[in-house]
């Protein structure tokens, strides 16, 4: 646009459609207006023999650069949308200096092997792989480590406290009945039974 803005998608269809209607119905207005556009000098020397000019090939050949920036207006627009969210979606990230690399190689692989997936969800998932691939970044796997850590504490403060018992016990004489599986106790019990 003259301010130098984007064209919304909608307005490069709109002037992509109103220039084929020109070339349709005013195709010499339209080729001249394109010939000077293009800085194409259309007036002839009068001691030359005007060219024969394929009107049929002049309103391809607008037709596919009008196709052409309207192609690069999309980009360009879906280009600064996607820079815009990847910024709003950076700026609460902690670690997105350390994975920025990261991410933007999983964002890669994920646009060759899931075309259909938006950039959004591109995003997010690209962001969960690189600090997978960072596990002392991920707060999700730190908060498992220290949880793991903490019952593997409870879990051998519980045995010591078990094996004070069985010491304490055995220290003071009385003995403790050993609990047997129910082979053992049938096996003793025939044993008594038999005599042997």
């Known amino acids: 646009m003259p301010d130098g803005q984007t ?3 909608q307005s490069v269809i709109q002037h992509l459609l109103t220039a084929n209607h020109i070339l349709e119905t005013n195709p010499r207005a339209a080729i001249e207006w394109l010939a000077r556009s293009k800085g194409i000098d259309l007036e002839f ?3 030359h023999a005007p060219q024969q000019i394929d009107l049929e090939q002049v309103r391809q050949e607008a037709r596919q650069e009008m196709l052409q920036y309207m192609q690069q207006q999309q980009r360009v627009a879906e ?3 996607a820079e815009s969210y990847i910024k709003q979606f950076a700026a609460d990230k902690e670690h997105w200096p ?3 690399s990261q991410v933007l190689y999983h964002i890669l692989a994920l646009k060759g092997t899931h075309p259909e997936m938006g950039y959004q969800k591109i995003l997010h998932t ?3 792989r690189a600090l997978a691939d960072c596990p002392e970044l991920d707060p999700k796997a730190k908060e498992k480590a220290q949880s793991e850590l903490q019952e593997r504490k409870r879990r051998a403060a519980e045995a010591k406290r078990l094996a004070s018992i069985n ?3 055995r220290s003071t004489g009385k003995s403790v009945p ?3 599986d129910m082979y053992s106790e049938m096996a003793d019990v025939y044993d008594r039974i038999t005599g042997g």
């Open 126 to 128: 690209a962001y969960d």
């Open 167 to 169: 010491v304490s016990s």
């Open 7 to 9: 064209m919304p998608p």
């Open 178 to 180: 050993v609990r047997k």
């Open 79 to 81: 280009e600064q949308q």
């Open 98 to 100: 350390a994975v920025e």
């Open 45 to 47: 020397d009068q001691q």
